[in-house]
């Protein structure tokens, strides 16, 4: 009797919709850069007379409905691009497909019009950030211009050494942080140890960072999502870069075809001449060394309404290392994505898209010690299916629905002198789906609530993560915001700071249950002056099941897939400020972060006396309690750039060797054995750590065949040399530590020409 009371109601309904729609009008289209083509995400437009607008969405598309007839100034802004506006007369019952084209701030310089205040509205949702691809270029950098890198710098974000690329967001562990390349999950994105990210800057279109309180569109982690979407390719002429560098160089070329457009970047390391010189004066340099990146993407515009896309990436690192006489290493590891999507403009208020990826990580290292070799290989194989749809009804609602299928199969296998010594496959189906309503009740108010469902088979789990958050605008130049949301997390990863190409996932089983967490994060975004923002932000998250494996396991042989873990929990908290100037010679930002983040695994920090299945709270390796970010750029002339990096932060914490003892008389052993005896885990700290980065940009042109540019840099300005860790000697009396220092100066030179 419900159902059917409840099906006579919508249908009821539907007249009435059908008979308001035809006495408006709607309009809708794609936002585009003028120069190249590229649709621009999250780019604004408004009826400014009506004070009614909407974002492009990840596919740069836009709509408008429910508009009364009447004649109105449509405006569009974007960062970094001239504002749009043009006069629009709109009939009962009519749609105008108008497809908008952005033209950037460097063209047209006399009729420039900067309209900053107004072009922040969707990158200021709470705990979100962008990073500009052009910033990500210019910034100094070592080796090479690098995603994760400049990430690092944003306030909540924290790196673990010089020597490492991972995403330490709010108190999370890398694997904490769902990364997506044209939405397509990679696992292990870095080069050269960890040092930097897989992402070419040559080939990237959108970086964006949720930092916490994410929607229900997203999931699988309990932390943060970064994601990563490549150029479409130029649609209006061919076009491509070259950059040479004395690490590293990169090469690109892009273009139109009669049915859409095509792009190409490709990346190496050309480090063998510098290797091939220190080989010949230091020991233990590597034999081989290399890596590489390809990425592309073919557009098809199969109709006005239908677009398709294939994108595919594929990066790999080879080292081989002789460490002594008859002892070498060989490293062989990397990634590969593809993505195929279909995007339809289904109807003025339904734009739906579908999305099949495929992911692969694989890493291989060989040892092989006085002849005898020992080989493991590791591998992801992720394939799914995406589907999603958003409806436009009117201008108060936006409903998102969608789901995400598929099959992760983890493979490991080890073999010792040619014998197969273990193997392992576990594979798993997942299935999530999700639903969420941003609804704008009045234009001071936004609400965005949603759901998301996900089940894992392998240990038969199931679900329900709920989030919210809510904007107030008391003036046009502040939002106050607050948000919420339940998290779940099914892989966990083991990973080795000093080289991630080991990097090893697992996943949630039988006995062993998925870790989640509630994050709640409230802040406030405002403009104090024109060209400035100026964003705050208090975050409080648990962690709780965290499952990772047992250190105190000494023979996995026999024992049940649940008794290889240890099961612990952790909490983190802090604030977040940043202050941003958007315009002028001079631009830039500076974040500040004051964060405190804790774990608790069974047996750490217990007394000896105490029960050991007990714990105490102690801070992880990147736990910085104090965190700042200096970011400015300068123009000096129409030629001459000037760029500077400036990075303080607290020690990190580790845990100091307090001596060594030996005793004798094991029932089991007759030998002396040494042990050395340790203070509580992680309670000393290192010494603070600060650096700064200088970088000259001098742009010119290349024999009038395109235009080019220098970039000199200086990483490490005043050589700071900051320990990374203590090295401690035992067999000294007294006791000799060593500081190992991260980077000293680096000098680096490079040069790039488009044309």
Do not use: C
């Not at 063209?107 to 900053?116: I, S, Y």
């Not at 199969?409 to 997942?430: C, G, H, P, V």
């Not at 990973?495 to 802040?523: C, H, K, M, R």
């Amino acid at each position: 009797m419900k159902f059917h009371l409840t099906l006579f109601i919508l249908l009821s309904l539907l007249p009435a919709y059908a008979i308001h729609a035809q006495e408006t009008a709607s309009v809708n289209g794609y936002i585009t850069d003028s120069r190249t083509g590229e649709t621009l995400i999250l780019a604004n437009i408004a009826l400014m007379d009506i004070n009614r607008g909407a974002s492009s969405n990840t596919s740069g598309y836009y709509t408008i409905t429910n508009i009364p007839p009447g004649t109105y100034t449509l405006a569009a802004s974007y960062i970094g691009f001239r504002r749009f506006e043009r006069e629009i007369t709109l009939e009962a019952g009519q749609n105008i497909r108008l497809n908008i084209e952005l033209v950037p701030e460097g063209v047209e310089l006399d009729a420039l019009v900067v309209e900053a205040d107004a072009d922040r509205e969707e990158q200021r949702n709470i705990g979100t950030a962008q990073i500009a691809t052009q910033l990500i270029k210019d910034l100094p950098s070592v080796i090479e211009p690098d995603v994760f890198r400049s990430v690092q710098l944003l306030p909540g974000v924290k790196a673990a050494s010089d020597f490492s690329s991972g995403l330490y967001v709010r108190g999370g562990s890398p694997d904490q942080t769902l990364i997506l390349l044209d939405e397509t999950t990679v696992y292990n994105p870095t080069h050269f140890f960890g040092f930097f990210s897989t992402f070419n800057p040559d080939a990237v279109k959108d970086v964006r960072l949720y930092k916490g309180g994410y929607p229900a569109e997203y999931g699988g982690r309990i932390g943060s999502v970064l994601t990563v979407y490549n150029k479409d390719g130029n649609r209006m002429e061919t076009q491509g870069t070259v950059s040479l560098g004395l690490l590293a160089s990169r090469a690109s070329i892009e273009g139109p075809y009669s049915r859409g457009s095509w792009m190409l970047a490709v990346r190496r390391s050309t480090l063998e001449p510098i290797l091939a010189v220190f080989r010949q004066t230091i020991d233990n340099v590597p034999s081989l060394f290399y890596f590489y990146d390809i990425n592309g993407k073919l557009n098809y515009d199969a109709s006005e309404n239908d677009r398709l896309s294939v994108a595919f990436y594929s990066g790999n690192d080879n080292v081989a290392f002789p460490f002594q006489e008859d002892a070498n290493i060989r490293l062989t590891y990397g990634n590969q994505t593809v993505t195929t999507q279909w995007r339809r403009i289904i109807s003025n208020e339904l734009f739906g898209f579908v999305t099949v990826t495929g992911s692969r990580y694989f890493n291989r290292p060989q040892f092989e010690i006085a002849g005898t070799a020992f080989e493991r290989d590791n591998d992801i194989l992720d394939f799914s299916l995406k589907a999603d749809i958003e409806y436009l009804p009117n201008e108060k609602h936006t409903v998102s629905t969608g789901i995400w299928a598929g099959n992760i199969a983890l493979r490991f296998r080890d073999r010792f002198d040619n014998q197969q010594t273990f193997n392992s496959k576990i594979e798993s189906t997942y299935l999530s789906a999700y639903l969420q309503n941003r609804w704008r009740p009045s234009d001071e108010w936004i609400i965005n609530g949603g759901v998301r469902l996900n089940s894992f088979s392998e240990g038969n789990y199931a679900r329900v993560e709920p989030r919210l958050s809510v904007e107030h605008r008391p003036a046009s130049r502040i939002r106050l915001q607050a948000a919420y949301g339940r998290y779940y997390q099914y892989l966990s990863l083991i990973t080795n700071e000093a080289f991630s190409g080991f990097d090893l996932w697992l996943t949630s089983g039988e006995g062993v249950p998925p870790a989640y967490g509630d994050q709640f994060v409230i802040g406030a975004k405002t403009i104090p002056f024109s060209g400035y923002g100026f964003d705050a932000e208090i975050y409080y998250r648990t962690m709780r099941d965290l499952f990772e494996l047992d250190p105190f396991v000494n023979d996995a042989a026999g024992l049940e897939y649940s008794e290889l873990f240890r099961f612990g929990e952790g909490y983190a908290y802090g604030v977040e400020l940043f202050l941003e100037k958007q315009s002028g010679k001079l631009t830039g930002f500076i974040g500040y972060t004051f964060g405190i983040t804790r774990r608790k695994f069974p047996g750490f920090n217990t007394p000896i006396l105490d029960d050991p299945t007990r714990a105490r709270f102690y801070p992880p390796k990147y736990d910085r309690t104090h965190d700042i970010n200096l970011v400015a750029s300068y123009r000096l002339s129409s030629r001459w750039t000037a760029n500077t990096v400036f990075n303080y932060a607290t020690g990190q914490a580790y845990t100091e060797p307090l001596g060594r003892t030996q005793f004798t008389g094991i029932p089991w052993d007759n030998t002396v054995r040494d042990a050395i005896i340790v203070g509580n885990i992680n309670a000393s700290r290192l010494p603070s750590y600060h650096r700064m980065d200088i970088s000259f940009i001098r742009s010119g042109r290349f024999f009038n065949l395109g235009d080019a540019e220098w970039q000199i840099q200086i990483i490490n300005v005043y050589s700071r040399r900051n320990v990374w860790f203590y090295n401690y000697d035992f067999d000294e009396n007294p006791i000799v530590r060593e500081d190992i220092s991260q980077l000293p100066i680096v000098p680096s030179i490079s040069y790039t020409v488009n044309f």
